[in-house]
């Protein structure tokens, strides 16, 4: 856009991307034409995420508070890997028909003389498996009721013949179990760890809280909702639990880029206060989120599809559930979450306190002065400042006058008040 000099010349004044963003974000917000779909693709959808960050705080307390409740009174339940036991499996269909859990239940009552903690089938046809899972037995226990198993159900071997080859069985005892589970919490512990570090050098120590924070409310959701529904808790839970706390982070950076990209010397412009800023990096990469979070779970839900009703393969099936649970939910805290927090953090600086009243003192009386005027009485109730960030974020801009673009083929309009310039006529005369 050339602007004109007072000696004729022409200076160019050029228009960043962030700002042409903004100015398309302001604009298509106002427009009934587009769509909610189309403002969601281009980042113009002007969703008031930051300015309702009391109500996600809200759900987000919530979430945290079932979790904590669930994790406290219904605990987890732990695979033989962690607590020691005996696991018996043996093809579901044999000589005698397709295998109940019942009858299961009631050979190993009648040989053992307890009930097993557990008897699932797994898998579905011929290729369906019966899982037995108990206490540690003895060698003549585990003999005992191979015997009993193969006398009632006759399973077929891999030539379709019964035999007793076709039943296994595999025994962890406690101390192992005990070595697992410290082994598990060692390699959280050093995740975490490594990740706080390069998030405190990588960004400002507001994001690198916002961000170890958004992780810590990861985990404790997830590990709730495998409490609350009583998803059994194996090594490949704990590795999958990894796998999806290195996604939240990556999801949370891509919006931090974009918020530290449009908060770069903010305080030198009063266009935006850094709520509306941090809102506006929220708009933009949410489009980016939702594809990164659909490729991660397209994978996920194949693999679960094969694990349960292909293979009957009861560890991917856990490596697959913890990592649907933790998409799922790290994309919800990356963009509900983290940034508002990092945004009230950030509005407890006086450097964002002072820059807000700028703000809103440029807008004038009619876009928030009564916040404007709580915010300078009160300078360290952070509850006004925020009223005020939420008021003007509510507010449009009343020096930003709205893009007008003609329809196709219409006449230009002249502006009112201005003369078409005059040339030279053939004798010489203006």
């Not at 399973?155 to 379709?160: A, E, K, N, Q, Y």
């Amino acid at each position: 856009m050339a602007a004109a000099k007072g000696n004729g010349e022409t200076e160019t004044a050029e228009i960043t991307d962030t700002e042409a963003v903004e100015l398309t974000s302001d604009s298509a917000a106002r427009l009934p034409h587009h769509n909610f779909l189309s403002r969601l693709y281009t980042g113009t959808g002007a969703f008031d995420v930051i300015g309702r960050r009391r109500l996600w705080f809200g759900v987000s307390g919530a979430m945290v508070a079932v979790a904590i409740l669930s994790i406290i009174l219904r605990g987890f339940t732990f695979g033989i890997d962690f607590k020691g036991g005996t696991t018996v499996s043996m093809p579901a269909v044999g000589g005698t028909g397709t295998v109940q859990t019942a009858q299961v239940t009631d050979v190993f009552k009648k040989t053992i003389g307890t009930d097993p903690e557990s008897v699932v089938i797994v898998g579905s046809g011929d290729s369906a498996t019966a899982q037995i899972r108990s206490k540690t037995l003895t060698n003549d226990q585990t003999t005992k009721l191979r015997d009993a198993l193969f006398d009632r159900f006759q399973p077929r071997g891999t030539d379709g013949k019964p035999s007793k080859q076709a039943i296994s069985d595999s025994a962890v005892s406690e101390t192992w179990g005990g070595q697992i589970t410290k082994k598990a919490l060692i390699a959280l512990v050093v995740f975490l760890g490594l990740v706080s570090i390069y998030i405190t050098v990588r960004y400002e120590r507001y994001m690198a809280i916002a961000a170890l924070a958004c992780m810590v409310f990861d985990l404790t959701v997830t590990a709730g909702v495998y409490s609350l529904v009583g998803f059994e808790v194996s090594p490949a839970t704990v590795i999958g639990l990894l796998t999806i706390l290195g996604f939240s982070l990556y999801d949370t950076v891509i919006v931090f880029d974009k918020v530290e990209e449009n908060t770069r010397g903010f305080q030198h412009t009063t266009r935006r206060t850094f709520a509306e800023q941090a809102n506006l990096a929220i708009n933009q990469t949410f489009m980016r989120s939702i594809n990164t979070s659909l490729i991660g779970v397209l994978p996920v839900l194949a693999l679960m599809v094969v694990a349960v009703w292909l293979l009957g393969v009861g560890t991917l099936k856990d490596l697959a559930l913890v990592q649907l649970i933790g998409i799922l939910v790290g994309t919800y805290s990356s963009i509900f979450f983290a940034t508002p927090l990092l945004v009230t953090l950030r509005e407890r600086t006086q450097l964002v306190r002072d820059h807000t009243r700028r703000v809103l003192r440029r807008r004038g009386p009619g876009s928030g002065s009564r916040a404007e005027s709580e915010v300078s009485e009160e300078p360290a109730n952070t509850g006004n400042l925020e009223a005020a960030a939420e008021a003007a974020l509510n507010q449009p801009a009343l020096n930003k006058p709205l893009p007008s673009k003609p329809a196709p083929g219409a006449k230009p309009i002249r502006p009112t008040g201005t003369r078409r310039p005059t040339g030279k006529r053939r004798d010489g005369r203006r």
